[in-house]
């Protein structure tokens, strides 16, 4: 198992990117949440299988339809063993 902190920019909010990634981590496995940012990025954090978190890495590189990803930043992290994941509210957070 393995914790990846990952800032994905580009044209990534407006265009249902956290709600398809919330789609593509529980096809995968992946645990954690997403959440925009208030720089206009989408900041996620995942936890998996190795195998599984490359497929997500892949994924956030690329985006729903109507995103632009131009950049995924990515690094290890502590594991906090999340049960699932969510889609968290920008009003919780900003």
Same mark, same amino acid.
């Given at each position: 198992m393995k914790h990846l902190n990952i800032t994905?920019? =580009?044209k990534v909010q407006g265009v249902f990117?956290?709600? #398809?990634?919330k789609a593509?981590? %529980?096809q &995968? =496995? $992946?645990? =954690?949440? $997403?959440k925009n940012l208030k720089d206009g990025t989408v900041y996620i954090e995942a936890e998996a299988q190795p195998t599984?978190? %490359?497929?997500? &890495?892949d994924?956030? #590189?690329e985006g729903p339809e109507n995103a632009n990803v131009t950049g995924v930043e990515s690094n290890e992290g502590e &594991?906090?063993?999340y049960r699932n994941f969510e889609v968290m509210?920008?009003?919780l957070l900003w």
């Open positions: 994905v920019s =580009g990117f956290r709600a #398809a990634t593509v981590a %529980d &995968l =496995g $992946v645990k =954690g949440y $997403v599984e978190l %490359d497929m997500f &890495l994924w956030c #590189a &594991l906090k063993n509210k920008k009003n």
